[in-house]
Every structure is written in structure tokens, then in C-alpha cells.
């Protein structure tokens, strides 16, 4: 039995909800019409702004105030081109799930009401749907992917291959993104505002030490270091350490010449260095802390000036 073909959606959303307040006499109210994305065979409602609460589980938590103008400006000449997604709470509630932007901008823009899928869900998969949707579809920033993906591992309880499965990415990028959750707040801040970006913070996070991150960190700030330059500077920084680690112990001295030096140690008064290699060979140093001091283990030595 041949498929029927799917009508195309080309005139817009605003046609084809105009087309079906006119073939549905019987709906109700404009505020509540009821049609269906003929692509998807989801529901699309049109949903008073006044009764769509906000996502409790919205990943962003910054917006560009200047880019919602200029998407309000948008709206009010194109509409709304895709709906938001929401839930139903109750009879007159909804809660976003993704959608903030269009929402927001759409009050901005004047609008009274706006479309919107309706999907059933409880609050894990409500959670899981706004931090997969807003990955894939909102220009958030690398900390708040990273922590997008951090709670999706945490409170969805999902593997790092689920995980890049669920948002289309390989697991060399998600664990990418996760390690900047590692790097002291302040990185994390500069990350979030700009200052630096995930490249940088990529080459910083090879450094073991917290001290010197910030180190690098604050270098790249005041010379305005491009991203290969940081890479190569972390490669110097790394590399001393790798050689420090390398360095050989210091040989231990044998038990006599530990005497001799706890003997030579008390004679002066002072703490003694002496150093001895396995052909006895070595020095004998003895620290001053003044021109007194040193007048005194002279005196000790017999040695006139």
C-alpha cells in the first residue's frame, strides 16, 4: 500500500495556524488553538505567555539583553518561526522545558500569546530534555555546556557514552568540556565572560599546579596571549616539572660522616653542611648570621685576621 505524501510546511507557521483556526470552526479560542505538525505528528498549542512558567532546570543563566532585541525585532516582523516546548502543570499552567530566548523575546516583542509543543514528562525527563535541546539548539558558553553536562551524568545517571550519544558528540569532546569544571572559579568566571577562550583553557588545564595556572592565566590577560603561544608557554612549565621530577635523590651519607658533621655541628655552634661522595670526597660549609658570628668561629679556628 503506497504512503500517502506529507504536506510541506513552506507558507510558515502563522499560515498553517490560520488555516487551521479556519478548517477547525469548532476549536475554541484563539489563545488555545489545537493543530498538528503534519512532519511530526506532534501537537502544537497556541499558549497565553501569562500562564507559561519558567524552566527550573534552564541551563542558561545568561542572556545577551541586546541579542533578545534584536530577536524580538524578529519576531515582530517574521512571528515566531519554532515553537518553544512546555509541560502542563495544570488546566492554565505550563512550564517551559526549552524556549527561554523565543519566550522572553516574544513579551519583548508585545506578543500575548505563542506556539508551543506540550510534551508529558516528569522532572528527570524534563531535566534531560531542556539540557539536551539547549545544548544542541542554544549558543550557550563552554562552562555552561560543561555543567550542562555534568548534571546530566549526575541527576539523569548517565555514562559519558550515553551522554555523547544523547547531545551527537564523541567522548574526547564531552570529557573536554568537563574538564573545565577542574579549574579554580576564577578561570571558570573568564571562561564564562570571554576573556579567554576554551582553547586557553584547554592548554591551563595541563598544568598540575593551581598556583601556576592562575599564573598563566593572569599572563594571558596582560599580554593578550594567543592560544598557541599559551600552548607553547604550558609546554615549557610542564616540561620543568617533568625534569624536576626526573632528578635524581640526593645520596644518603653514610652513618660516620653524619657523626662527623652532628660533632662539627655542636664545636661551632652552628649547623654544618657537608656533602661526601662514595670516594670520600666533599665540603664542609659553615654558615654566619653576622660579623660577630663569624668573628666567633673564627676565634674557634684560631684564625687571625
Known amino acids: 500500500m503506497a504512503k500517502k505524501p506529507r504536506k510541506a510546511l513552506g507558507r510558515g507557521l502563522s499560515a498553517l495556524l490560520e488555516d487551521s483556526n479556519t478548517d477547525q470552526k469548532s476549536s475554541s479560542s484563539k489563545e488555545n488553538r489545537d493543530i498538528t505538525d ?26 545577551d539583553k541586546q541579542a533578545l532585541e534584536e530577536l524580538a525585532d524578529s519576531i515582530k516582523v517574521q512571528g515566531i518561526i ?22 522572553q523575546a516574544s513579551k519583548l516583542a508585545g506578543l ?17 530534555m531542556a539540557l539536551i535541546e539547549n545544548i544542541q539548539r ?54 564564562r565572560d570571554k576573556r579567554i577562550s576554551m582553547g586557553h583553557a584547554r592548554a591551563i588545564i595541563n598544568i598540575d599546579s593551581v598556583d601556576k595556572q592562575l599564573d598563566v592565566f593572569k599572563r594571558i590577560l596582560k599580554d593578550d596571549l594567543s592560544v598557541r603561544k599559551v600552548e607553547a608557554l604550558v609546554r615549557e612549565l610542564t616540561s620543568g616539572d617533568s625534569n624536576e621530577k626526573e632528578k635524581p635523590t640526593k645520596t644518603e651519607m653514610p652513618y660516620e660522616a653524619k657523626q662527623v658533621q652532628s660533632k662539627l655541628s655542636s664545636h661551632f655552634g652552628t649547623k654544618i653542611g657537608m656533602k661526601i661522595d662514595k670516594n670520600n670526597k ?3 660549609k659553615i654558615p654566619f648570621l653576622s660579623k660577630d658570628d663569624l668573628n666567633r668561629i673564627l676565634d674557634i679556628l684560631s684564625v687571625e685576621l
Open 82 to 103: 519554532q515553537p518553544i516546548t512546555v509541560r502542563k502543570l495544570s488546566k492554565d499552567s505550563y512550564q517551559l522545558i526549552s524556549g527561554e530566548r523565543r519566550t
Open 138 to 191: 542554544e549558543n550557550l558558553n563552554s562552562i555552561e555546556i560543561a555543567l550542562s553536562y555534568q548534571r546530566l551524568l549526575t541527576e539523569c545517571d548517565l555514562k559519558q557514552e550515553q551522554l555523547g550519544d544523547r547531545v551527537g558528540k564523541n567522548r574526547t569532546t564531552v570529557n573536554n568540556y568537563l574538564r573545565l569544571l577542574k579549574l579554580p572559579p576564577d578561570i571558570q568566571l573568564a571562561i
Open 282 to 284: 666533599g665540603e664542609i
Open 112 to 128: 500575548k500569546s505563542i506556539p508551543a509543543y506540550i510534551r508529558m514528562a516528569d522532572d528527570q525527563q524534563m531535566l534531560e
Open 38 to 63: 503534519i512532519s511530526t505528528g506532534a501537537s502544537i498549542n497556541e499558549i497565553p505567555l501569562e500562564q507559561i512558567e519558567v524552566n527550573p532546570f534552564q541551563p542558561r543563566t545568561d542572556f
